[in-house]
């Protein structure tokens, strides 16, 4: 007797899906090695990894990482380099039966076409889990340094997989609409070009560009305390997960696939790519603003300070690591001075500035740069910290170590407050520009880099913000020659000397005869700097 066993048409359809399914996951595996090992792929990894390994062995790290600007500052090389790579070598990959001539030989496969455009989908996700590892490891490592300044915004870290996830699905998806491969290098030139459009405020509408590319270089002025962050991370990361999802669903689509849980996917993703995206541009929040106000107007309640021995620190919160590095600075400073004038009170605040009418990081006219002289000592004399030398939220590169030592330099030799702007002339001049470069090693790196590029003697300045003091350069000449000389050996003159060369008006020519070094003729009656007194 013989028993027929008729399938039902369920079953089989379910069996039909099971073995699709494995065959989909078993192609997306070989495609993900593939993928990997792609000359592309490896390419990218070692352009965005290489300069900052080189850094870290050649020394030239920097060992001061604000923490919040780290986790999205290296977003575009990351899009140039890893989503780059994701588009191209996903491209090929879907190309790669059309290349080859064997696309029609697929028909004659148990796989069908759209399973097959999920395969190459899914085989983007282990790069993309590359990248996340590998932004981690970058953060975390950063974060492990004792001057780490400020936390990580996980929404900011995982832009750097979305952007490989996106761009690897739309490099599918291209690869489906139109058989080129010269399509997908052209498409990351135009993200590219757009992102930069984004964040020039000259050209139309780009300020609505910048949030819409996979990644936006908006640079705050500087760095800011994590209060007064205003980059839309979170909403930006959503807006970043909607357009992938859009983007799977129209790679299957166009190869066939159906179904009311594609459309619905798909519907999905555009929904919150457009509500996300718009949410993008919603005004910067109450609690923003006021921070943004208090840090500028009122800062001490926003600040830490920590006073060693007779020199008191205020930092903000997230900066209170660097406190350390200020003070190795300020011993330098106080190393070549007389005793007595070492031992006197001494202030140093941090500040931030939130202007942004600056042309090459300075407020064009005195009387803004008065304005802001004006602020800081109301918020010194209010926190018991009066004649403050201000200090910003860079740090950690010699460029910034000589120009705040400069500026405690000035303090201690004239004691006059924040916000002098103005050239320092005479036997003053001669001393800000020795202590300056005599502080550290990195300081006196730091007084070459600037005087190599100074035209009219040497700028004692921070970079965030409009004030600053300059030491001309008759003076910085004879400077530099006390620099060559042991710094013991010029400061048993500076302290013998000291009332002498610290007083106002004391010409150049004096310190010449002390130091028994040559001093420059003095320029044309015209052609002359107007000094402060």
Request: charged letters at 20%; hydrophobic letters at 50%.
């Amino acid at each position: 007797m013989t028993t027929s066993v008729i399938e039902r048409p369920e079953a089989a359809t379910a069996a039909q899906a099971a073995n699709s399914r494995g065959a989909m996951l078993a192609l997306a595996r070989v495609e993900a090695r593939r993928l990997l090992r792609h000359p592309v792929t490896i390419a990218g990894l070692l352009l965005f990894l290489g300069p900052m390994v080189y850094q870290w062995v050649s020394g030239g790290a920097n060992r001061f990482p604000v923490l919040h600007d780290e986790d999205w500052s290296k977003q575009f090389i990351g899009l140039l380099t890893l989503g780059g790579a994701a588009l191209v070598a996903a491209n090929l990959a879907a190309l790669r039966a059309h290349r080859h001539g064997t696309a029609a030989q697929y028909g004659v496969l148990v796989l069908p076409h759209a399973w097959r455009t999920g395969a190459f989908l899914l085989a983007v996700v282990p790069f993309a889990g590359i990248v996340a590892l590998l932004v981690v490891v970058r953060i975390g490592l950063l974060a492990l340094l004792p001057s780490a300044a400020g936390r990580p915004n996980p929404a900011e870290l995982a832009v750097y997989p979305a952007v490989v996830l996106l761009l690897g699905a739309l490099g599918v998806l291209l690869a489906r609409v139109l058989r080129t491969a010269v399509l997908a290098p052209l498409v990351l030139l135009g993200i590219v070009v757009f992102t930069f459009i984004g964040v020039l405020g000259s050209v139309p509408g780009s300020r609505y560009l910048a949030w819409l590319m996979p990644v936006s270089v908006e640079e705050p002025l500087m760095p800011y305390p994590i209060d007064m962050m205003e980059r839309p991370a979170g909403r930006h990361l959503a807006y970043l997960a909607g357009l992938i999802v859009v983007l799977v669903a129209a790679a299957l689509a166009v190869t066939g696939a159906r179904g009311r849980r594609l459309t619905l996917a798909g519907a999905a993703g555009l929904a919150v790519a457009v509500l996300a995206g718009s949410a993008q541009y919603l005004p910067v929040s109450d609690a923003v603003k006021k921070a943004s106000l208090d840090a500028v107007e009122r800062p001490a309640g926003m600040q830490t300070c920590r006073t060693i021995d007779q020199v008191t620190y205020c930092a903000f919160d997230d900066f209170a690591p660097w406190i350390d590095g200020w003070d190795t600075v300020v011993r330098g400073v106080l190393r070549g001075v007389p005793e007595q004038e070492a031992r006197k009170p001494l202030a140093v605040r941090q500040r931030v500035s939130t202007d942004d009418n600056r042309s090459n990081g300075f407020v064009s006219g005195p009387e803004d740069r008065a304005k802001v002289a004006e602020v800081w000592k109301r918020v010194d004399d209010a926190a018991g910290t009066p004649n403050a030398v201000t200090v910003g939220t860079r740090w950690g590169e010699g460029e910034d170590e000589a120009g705040f030592a400069g500026r405690v330099a000035f303090e201690v030799v004239a004691r006059k407050g924040p916000g002098v702007d103005g050239v320092i002339c005479g036997t003053r001049g001669v001393l800000v520009g020795w202590l300056a470069g005599q502080a550290t090693p990195l300081a006196a790196e730091g007084l070459r880099e600037i005087d190599a590029s100074s035209t009219g003697g040497v700028w004692f300045f921070d970079r965030s913000f409009n004030t600053f003091i300059s030491v001309s350069d008759r003076e910085m000449a004879v400077a530099k020659a006390l620099l060559k000389r042991p710094a013991a050996e010029v400061a048993e003159t500076v302290k013998r000397s000291w009332a002498e060369l610290s007083a106002a008006g004391t010409p150049t020519e004096r310190a010449g005869e002390l130091f028994g070094v040559p001093v420059p003729p003095q320029e044309p009656e015209g052609e002359r700097s107007v000094c402060m007194e």
